[in-house]
C-alpha cells in the first residue's frame, strides 16, 4: 500500500527557511516521480517541483532559485528545502508520486499535507 507522510511544515518569518519531509512506503522513491504541491483555499493546486522518474526536474516559476529538492534513498524520503521564504508561499504543501521507468505506479498519490505560513 502505497503511503506518503509530509512532514516539516509550520510557521516563519519571510526570509526563513523550512524543510519538508516526504516519507514514502509501499514505493522507492529513487525509481519513481515525486513532486511537491501547494494550495491555499480558493485557488488550484499549484506546482512547486517535480522530479521525474529519469532524474530530470523542474520547479515552479515563483519559487526558483529559492526551492531546492532532494531525496535520501536510505531512508525513502524526499525533501523540499525552502528558503527566503514570502508571505504568498504561504499554503499546504502536497507531496506526490506517481510512476515512470521502473516505477509502476498507474495513478499519482497524495499526501495528506502539511501547512506552511510565512507571516511578513
Known amino acids: 500500500q502505497v503511503q506518503l507522510v509530509e512532514s516539516g511544515g509550520g510557521s516563519v518569518q519571510a526570509g526563513g527557511s523550512l524543510k519538508l519531509s516526504c516519507a514514502a512506503s509501499?514505493?522507492?522513491?529513487?525509481?519513481?516521480?515525486v513532486g511537491w504541491y501547494r494550495q491555499t483555499e480558493g485557488k488550484e493546486r499549484e506546482l512547486v517541483s517535480k522530479?521525474?522518474?529519469?532524474?530530470?526536474?523542474m520547479f515552479g516559476d515563483s519559487v526558483i532559485g529559492r526551492f531546492s529538492i532532494s531525496t535520501n534513498n536510505t531512508k525513502n524520503t524526499h525533501y523540499l528545502q525552502m528558503n527566503s521564504l514570502k508571505p504568498e508561499d504561504t499554503a499546504v504543501y502536497y507531496c506526490?508520486?506517481?510512476?515512470?521507468?521502473?516505477?509502476?505506479?498507474?495513478?499519482?498519490?497524495w499526501g495528506q499535507g502539511t501547512q506552511v505560513t510565512v507571516s511578513s
Open positions: 506526490a508520486a506517481f510512476g515512470g521507468g521502473t516505477c509502476f505506479l498507474f495513478r499519482t498519490y
Open positions: 522530479r521525474n522518474s529519469d532524474g530530470s526536474t
Open positions: 509501499g514505493l522507492i522513491v529513487s525509481r519513481c516521480g
